[in-house]
């Protein structure tokens, strides 16, 4: 939040230009950059127009929030006004989208967008935005969570005409989120005095809202929970099992003492650890216990919360970022479950973070304070970035200084690579990653392993496994440098060259560009074929078909591998990380990418004499599989 203060006093600031100084002073203090030039005339044109009409309606004593952060989201809401329900005597809350808009028209396709000239694409249609920002509020903040009906929404058009934005109205489906026009002040006026009373102060209602524990409400949960009940029911095995009993016994014994303890979960790819936090998640919102899922990876993220609440986007709200927890109060949650925990990074903190928010805690003690029961799910050989420190030594260590209990419970059953436990056992004596150096691949009945001569002949075997009704991606060392997207129907650079063959990388954006999707989407959706994976958006995921391209930063000679930091494009790398750090970090991230497949998995090196050395690890018989 920017600032607090009455109606009355925030009209007076708005007269002598006083508001929008101290706003800006504030943006700046908090995100430590100038705010852009449509939320500086907001602030100097919207905000004096909704503090102008609450101070007709005589709510001058009504507190407002303006540019209220929603807990856990970096969005925030133009302004939230507290206040008494003038019938209820309760606590009431108004939350407040301004637009200076004068004209807009609904999409013809779907009404909860709209359309206005300033962009070439729809936007949320502002109703919808404020009954979102309205349910994410009651999900959240437990000073409301208990009580929806305090909060309700208004988006006010000011500059508006009903001429110009009443189709917007089609989805006015309840009376939680309002359109109010310039035109119809009036009503704007009378509407707000429905919700908050003139006759008492609303300083101590927004104090209440401010001090609210930010916690997944009850109903969310239960939500939540039938969500997950009603997708494919999992079947925990053994040390699944084991795992996901330890976690919620230790759940019973915080409810019944001032107890605190950590579950640690390791295993390699397709080991359940996913499965594992989906099947926590259900049963503890059964239960009605608060808990969130979080991981570092935006692509699993956005994967997690299409697996869970595809139809829900109060579900999907669930699913947070290791770092949405940097001022969240401690022990705020019964659990939190960090998936791919391999990824926590040194600080939440980045260059855009505020310094207000700068609390110069580590992730990892961030993450342990939030929650009773922190749980981490982690594979350490997938740590591929340097200031990643999600390993077991890690948390032990954070455990030990805090002199809190932690529990390990390591899975050896996979379900990735066909359940080939010798195909997983071949990778990490491949790479060096166990000890006692290659050895020659063994065929199973489970895996299929093979060597390609070039990329060409690579994509083209993944096409005819395609045709077959397989799924199948190709991915690569990040040896390749990275174009900037092209504009819109302008074909995807192809920067992955090799000879005369040449793909481009994924895309890093959040939107489709030239029918590649996103990149959260490259290894599930079809289309993704035809775009070469880098290892951070592969991770996490699993398709029938692995193509892995290894680039020169890794190249077999002699005895040994050796890796050449000079021919990796990853900017990720910088001067200071040692040579020991990049090597281990290159050899993780062909483990990623050699993990990937359910079915087969097809190699090629770019180097003559790796190749041949990949021919002789994997069997004579994976050549002659490539050219039938």
């Not at 935006?298 to 949405?324: I, P």
């Not at 060409?456 to 174009?483: D, T, V």
């Amino acid at each position: 939040m920017l600032f607090r203060e009455s109606a009355k006093t925030i009209a007076a600031r708005a007269l002598d230009s006083s508001l929008y100084l101290h706003l800006t002073e504030q943006f700046v203090h908090m995100h430590g950059y100038r705010p852009g030039n449509a939320e500086a005339r907001s602030w100097e044109r919207s905000i004096p127009a909704l503090a102008a009409a609450l101070n007709d309606a005589g709510l001058g004593d009504v507190e407002v929030m303006l540019e209220y952060a929603l807990p856990l989201n970096s969005k925030r809401a133009d302004a939230v006004l507290a206040g008494v329900h003038p019938v209820t005597g309760e606590p009431s809350y108004v939350v407040v989208e301004l637009k200076q808009w004068s004209q807009a028209e609904p999409d013809e396709d779907d009404p909860a967008l709209c359309r206005i000239d300033a962009y070439a694409h729809p936007v949320l249609n502002p109703i919808e935005q404020v009954r979102r920002y309205c349910e994410y509020l009651v999900n959240f903040n437990g000073a409301v969570a208990e009580h929806p009906d305090r909060v309700s929404g208004v988006a006010f058009l000011h500059n508006a005409t009903e001429f110009g934005v009443g189709g917007l109205r089609a989805v006015e489906l309840d009376g939680r989120s309002l359109l109010f026009t310039g035109e119809r002040r009036g009503e704007f006026i009378d509407h707000l005095r429905t919700r908050l009373s003139d006759k008492v102060p609303g300083a101590r209602a927004a104090d209440e809202l401010q001090a609210g524990r930010t916690v997944p409400s009850r109903q969310l949960m239960a939500v939540a929970a039938q969500e997950v009940r009603e997708r494919e029911q999992f079947v925990l095995l053994d040390e699944q099992q084991v795992a996901y009993r330890m976690v919620l016994n230790a759940v019973r014994k915080a409810k019944r003492s001032d107890h605190k303890e950590i579950v640690v979960v390791t295993g390699g790819p397709g080991t359940g650890k996913s499965v594992i936090a989906l099947s926590l998640l259900g049963e503890l919102f059964r239960q009605g216990l608060p808990a969130l899922h979080a991981t570092g990876s935006q692509s699993f993220t956005k994967t997690m919360r299409k697996v869970a609440g595809t139809r829900r986007r109060d579900v999907q709200d669930l699913f947070k970022y290791f770092n949405s927890f940097m001022t969240t109060e401690k022990n705020s949650l019964d659990v939190l479950i960090c998936d791919e925990a391999h990824r926590i990074r040194e600080t939440s903190a980045n260059r855009f973070t505020s310094a207000a928010r700068r609390t110069g805690k580590r992730q990892i003690d961030e993450l342990i304070d939030v929650a009773r029961v922190p749980v981490f799910l982690l594979d350490e050989h997938q740590v591929v970035r340097p200031g990643e420190m999600g390993t077991v030594g890690d948390i032990m260590a954070a455990a030990a200084a805090k002199g809190l209990e932690c529990s390990v419970v390591p899975l050896e059953s996979q379900f990735r690579c066909g359940g080939s436990d010798g195909y997983l056992r071949w990778v990490v004596r491949l790479l060096g990653l166990d000890p006692g150096g290659p050895v020659v691949w063994e065929p199973d009945d489970r895996m299929r392993l093979l060597v390609a001569d070039s990329p060409a002949e690579m994509e083209a075997f993944l096409e005819a496994r395609r045709a077959q009704g397989y799924g199948a991606r190709m991915s690569a060392g990040y040896c390749w440098p990275w174009s900037p997207e092209p504009k819109p129907g302008h074909p995807l650079p192809a920067d992955v060259v090799i000879g005369d063959w040449a793909r481009p990388w994924n895309l890093r954006g959040e939107r489709s560009v030239s029918g590649a999707p996103p990149s959260a989407l490259w290894a599930t959706d079809p289309a993704g074929f035809g775009q070469v994976g880098c290892v951070y958006t592969a991770q996490g995921f699993e398709y029938d078909w692995s193509g892995v391209i290894i680039g020169p930063d890794l190249v077999w000679r002699g005895d040994r591998w050796i890796t050449d930091r000079t021919q990796s494009k990853d900017p990720v790398f910088s001067k200071s990380t040692s040579d020991a750090d990049v090597d281990r970090l290159i050899r993780n991230t062909y483990k990623v990418l050699l993990t990937r497949g359910m079915v087969g998995t097809i190699v090629y090196s770019t180097d003559p004499r790796t190749r041949e050395k990949l021919r002789e690890l994997a069997g004579g018989a994976a050549r002659e599989a490539v050219r039938a």
